[in-house]
């Protein structure tokens, strides 16, 4: 697993041991990015479900701002700040330790772009997107990508948020979500 592109690029970023993360494919990762390219300089990112904190990572190699990682296992947060000290964004990054859904209830800040990748075998995706869009904590103009398995449907969201495009990548897909008022994609 490394760094596709910006400042750290082709750093090498460690992974967790075990079967409980299961991280995204550098293809999957490289479209991901390449779909919201012009979303990324000078925002603000939350990745909600940090793992090895790869996707928050590459988001601040190609220039966000800040990039806030949740995560409730402590070995996933240990690492999440190994991988982002050895790319040099510990400065710029915010990791904490805790359950997803109570981190979205308490959160009191905007983001402009939200990464969910949880686990597929959970229903914690759908009650993110629920949580995201009841607490609002999508800034104007954001963007939320949604990581499922292909076959997975997800809910409409409740106005103002807007369910965009999907991209399939074998049994993955991709969900570009919106907040209304800002183009699609």
Do not use: W
Request: aromatic fraction near 6%.
């Amino acid at each position: 697993m490394r760094v596709i592109s910006g400042a750290a690029r082709g750093r090498r970023l460690k992974e967790l041991q075990g079967m409980d993360t299961r991280p995204t494919t550098d293809k999957v990762k490289e479209s991901l990015f390449n779909i919201i390219q012009f979303e990324i300089e000078g925002r603000k990112v939350l990745d909600l479900f940090g793992g090895t904190g790869q996707l928050g990572i590459e988001a601040l190699s190609r220039g966000a701002d800040r990039c806030t990682f949740v995560d409730q296992r402590r070995e996933a947060t240990a690492l999440i700040r190994e991988n982002l000290k050895t790319c040099g964004f510990s400065e710029r990054s915010h990791v904490v330790q805790g359950d997803a859904l109570s981190f979205l209830a308490s959160c009191r800040e905007k983001f402009d772009v939200i990464l969910l990748d949880p686990p597929y075998h959970t229903e914690l995706l759908e009650k993110s997107m629920e949580a995201i869009t009841r607490f609002d904590i999508l800034a104007e103009h954001g963007i939320m990508i949604c990581e499922s398995a292909a076959d997975r449907e997800l809910p409409p969201l409740a106005p103002p948020y807007e369910q965009g495009r999907e991209y399939r990548y074998g049994k993955i897909k991709l969900t570009i979500c919106r907040r209304a008022g800002s183009e699609r994609t």
